[in-house]
T-cell receptor, first 116, second 109 residues
Framework: EAGVTQFPSHSVIEKGQTVTLRCDPISGHDNLYWYRRVMGKEIKFLLHFVKESKQDESGMPNNRFLAERTGGTYSTLKVQPAELEDSGVYFC??????????????FGAGTRLSVL | LAKTTQPISMDSYEGQEVNITCSHNNIATNDYITWYQQFPSQGPRFIIQGYKTKVTNEVASLFIPADRKSSTLSLPRVSLSDTAVYYCLVGHPSNQFYFGTGTSLTVIP
C-alpha cells in the first residue's frame, strides 16, 4: 500500500512568486492534515480536512496560504506571494475515519520550500 | 491543546534499553498518547499509541500510569539505526497534534 506522497520534494523560488505543494494521502483516508516546520523550529499544525471540507484551519498563518482538497482526494497548498519567512519543510499527514480506523496520522516525507 | 515536556536529548549505547519519559499534565479525557520517530529529511513515523496502562508492539512499549499525566516510551536493545528524534504527542488522533521539541536520541556504538 502506498504511503502519503508529497510533491515536489524540494522547491526553490524567489520572494513574491507563487508555489503550489501537493499531497496525495493514503487511499481511503478521509482526514488530511498539513503541518510545517519553519527555520528549525517545532513542527506546527496548519489545517485539517475531513474529505473535502476544512475541519480546522486555525493554524494557517495568513491569507497568503490557500489549501484545497478537491473531491476529497489529493490536497494542494498554495503560497501566494511567497515571503522569506515561509521557508521550511511542509508535511502532510492522513488518517482514516476515526470511527473505522485507529486514527493514526501517517506522514509524508515533506516538501522543503526555500524562498530566496 | 495539551502540551508535552520531554528531555531535549539522550545518549545510549547499542544493545541497551532506552526509556524516554514525557510529561503531559493537561491531558484531556479523550486524548490519546502517540509517539513518533523522525529521521533527518523524513516525515515523522508512527511508533506506538495508547490510552492507558501498557501497550506493546513489535518495536516498542508504552507505559501510561493511572493518572495519565505522563508516559514512558521503552525501546528494547537499541541499535545505531534508532538514532532519531522521538516525539510524544497528546491529543485525539483525529485532531491536530502539538509537536514539542522532541527528544534527540543518539545511540553510541
Amino acid at each position: 500500500e502506498a504511503g502519503v506522497t508529497q510533491f515536489p520534494s524540494h522547491s526553490v523560488i524567489e520572494k513574491g512568486q507563487t508555489v503550489t505543494l501537493r499531497c496525495d494521502p493514503i487511499s481511503g483516508h478521509d482526514n488530511l492534515y498539513w503541518y510545517r516546520r519553519v527555520m528549525g523550529k517545532e513542527i506546527k499544525f496548519l489545517l485539517h480536512f475531513v474529505k473535502e471540507s476544512k475541519q480546522d484551519e486555525s493554524g494557517m498563518p495568513n491569507n497568503r496560504f490557500l489549501a484545497e482538497r478537491t473531491g476529497g482526494t489529493y490536497s494542494t497548498l498554495k503560497v501566494q506571494p511567497a515571503e522569506l519567512e515561509d521557508s521550511g519543510v511542509y508535511f502532510c499527514a492522513s488518517s482514516p475515519d476515526q470511527w473505522l480506523g485507529e486514527g493514526i496520522q501517517y506522514f509524508g516525507a515533506g516538501t522543503r520550500l526555500s524562498v530566496l | 491543546l495539551a502540551k508535552t515536556t520531554q528531555p531535549i536529548s539522550m545518549d545510549s549505547y547499542e544493545g541497551q534499553e532506552v526509556n524516554i519519559t514525557c510529561s503531559h499534565n493537561n491531558i484531556a479525557t479523550n486524548d490519546y498518547i502517540t509517539w513518533y520517530q523522525q529521521f533527518p529529511s523524513q516525515g515523522p513515523r508512527f511508533i506506538i499509541q495508547g490510552y492507558k496502562t501498557k501497550v506493546t508492539n513489535e518495536v516498542a512499549s508504552l507505559f501510561i500510569p493511572a493518572d495519565r499525566k505522563s508516559s514512558t516510551l521503552s525501546l528494547p536493545r537499541v541499535s545505531l539505526s534508532d538514532t532519531a528524534v522521538y516525539y510524544c504527542l497528546v491529543g485525539h488522533p483525529s485532531n491536530q497534534f502539538y509537536f514539542g521539541t522532541g527528544t534527540s536520541l543518539t545511540v553510541i556504538p
